[in-house]
């Protein structure tokens, strides 16, 4: 085990040689690959999910008040409130316009302000999907709204406190894993003036570097 106290606290990329690589399961969003890759004089394979990415919004009013979502996701049979939220499915799609796009879609609202919240690897052990959350301000209603299908049809919309819904993440009462950090990273953020977002178009590195690594995930377009 090595010691890095005397250098920055950061994560560090690592570039293994991939010695095979193989798509076991080719999926309508996602993909199975197979990869053996050398690290620490050893030959080790691995099985995770590809992923396209995706971004999320925590749109936040001029009373600090966010908006709500609660929608059936089967795999776990719950309603649960989470933020808008979408894949990177649409090849040379920015991050950004996706988010806008997502944004009118999900809950018919455009905003005028666009910073990064944060980016993240949701579960680095078995995926490569990384999700960017944008802070959304200055909003408006879109002009026309959004015709909703399956289990979009019925999400309920809510506005809530930034200071409520930080309530209910701290005491177990919602348990998305988007939604709990963005609520986390954002009223740390707001303790801090703020001084913690990027602008809304800042180098998405997550992004790069998986597709530099080599993506096999379905895309649309």
């Not at 570039?15 to 399961?25: G, K, M, Q």
């Not at 690290?39 to 999910?49: E, F, L, P, Q, T």
């Not at 999900?106 to 910073?115: G, N, P, Y």
């Not at 960017?132 to 959004?146: K, S």
Request: glycine residues 6%; proline residues 4%.
């Amino acid at each position: 085990m090595s010691n890095s106290s005397q250098e920055e606290f950061r994560d560090l990329p690592v570039d293994v040689s991939i010695t095979e690589r193989d798509t076991v399961f080719t999926g309508r969003v996602w993909n199975v690959e197979h990869e053996r890759f050398e690290y620490n004089d050893h030959v080790i394979a691995r099985d995770y999910v590809d992923h396209t990415g995706a971004v999320a919004v925590l749109a936040l009013d001029d009373n600090d008040r966010l908006l709500a979502i609660q929608q059936y996701r089967h795999p776990i049979r719950m309603r649960e409130w989470e933020i808008p939220a979408g894949l990177l499915d649409i090849r040379g799609e920015s991050a950004l316009l996706a988010a806008q796009r997502e944004l009118a879609e999900e809950v018919d609202l455009q905003a005028d302000s666009w910073a990064v919240l944060t980016d993240y690897w949701t579960s680095p052990g078995g995926s490569n999907e990384f999700v960017r959350i944008y802070l959304a301000r200055d909003l408006h209603n879109t002009p026309v709204p959004f015709e909703r299908s399956e289990e979009e049809a019925d999400m309920e919309l809510r506005w809530v406190s930034l200071d409520e819904a930080h309530d209910a993440v701290l005491e177990g009462r919602v348990s998305n894993s988007i939604f709990q950090i963005a609520i986390l990273q954002a009223h740390a953020s707001r303790a801090r003036g703020w001084d913690t977002l990027q602008p809304g178009d800042a180098p998405f590195v997550m992004r790069e570097r998986r597709d530099r690594l080599g993506s096999g995930a379905p895309w649309q377009g």
